[in-house]
């Protein structure tokens, strides 16, 4: 069982264009939401993360949107580069030692 | 370059064979995750360990095992190897145990023939 769905599996964009993936989950016992970028060849690395009781958290062109209502939260990548182009995975974690990650969804920006 | 080693990079390994992968944490660090990732399943954590001891424990199959040594290096054993093993082996460090921020090594690609 998925414990969180991250949606699209694929998504391209034009460069300054902005790029949305989303994420649901279920468990309301998360308290953690991280999203991890991945390029070709190299480990996942810490992005942003935001914690359930805040509704939006940006660093830069990057910026998480929390509905606690929903289940569901997404990263908005604004002014997007080519150099963006990568696979991101959401995460969700409980008490810092339960993780789960999204499907990956991987960003193509074309010039 | 996040300070997290593993080796090795590759291994291409027969079906019904051991090996292990190394992980070495960055300085300072005492939790180590090991991380499966695939092409079907995705992500999937393994098990963690924080200054020697398990924390704790994902969906790892009881053909794998782990461990942290005293100088705060771990390996993942994997035996009888089967060739749904094949994937990438990610290991991840964390200045403690319930620290969300984790900080992901290279991989070991792993290939069952």
């Known amino acids: 069982q998925q414990q969180v769905k991250q949606s699209p599996q694929s998504l391209i964009v034009q460069k300054g264009g902005i790029s949305i993936i989303n994420c649901a989950y279920e468990?309301?016992?998360?308290?953690?939401f991280p999203w991890y970028q991945q390029f070709p060849g190299k480990g996942p690395a810490l992005l942003i993360a935001?914690?359930?009781?805040?509704s939006e958290k940006k660093e830069g062109r990057f910026t998480i949107s929390f509905n606690k209502s929903a289940k569901q939260f997404s990263l908005h990548i604004m002014d997007s580069q080519p150099g963006d182009s990568a696979t991101y995975f959401c995460?969700?974690?409980?008490?810092?030692?339960?993780?789960?990650f999204g499907t990956g969804t991987s960003l193509t920006v074309i010039p | 370059d996040s300070g997290v080693t593993q080796t090795p990079k590759h291994l291409i390994t027969a079906t019904g064979q051991r090996v292990t992968l190394r992980c070495s944490p960055r300085?300072?660090?005492?939790?180590v995750y090991w991380y499966q990732q695939s092409l079907d399943q995705g992500l999937q954590f393994l098990i963690q360990?924080?200054?020697?001891?398990?924390?704790a424990k994902g969906n790892i199959l009881e053909r794998f095992s782990a461990q942290q040594f005293p100088d705060l290096h771990s390996e993942l054993n994997l035996s009888s190897l089967e060739l749904g093993d094949s994937a990438l082996y990610f290991c991840?460090?964390?200045?403690?145990?319930?620290?969300?921020?984790?900080?992901f090594g290279p991989g070991t690609r792993l290939t069952v023939t």
């Open positions: 991840a460090s964390s200045v403690g145990s319930g620290n969300y921020e984790q900080y």
């Open positions: 468990n309301t016992a998360f308290d953690y």
């Open positions: 935001i914690r359930p009781d805040v």
């Open positions: 995460a969700a974690i409980i008490g810092g030692n339960q993780f789960y």
């Open positions: 300085s300072g660090d005492l939790s």
């Open positions: 360990y924080y200054n020697g001891e398990e924390r």
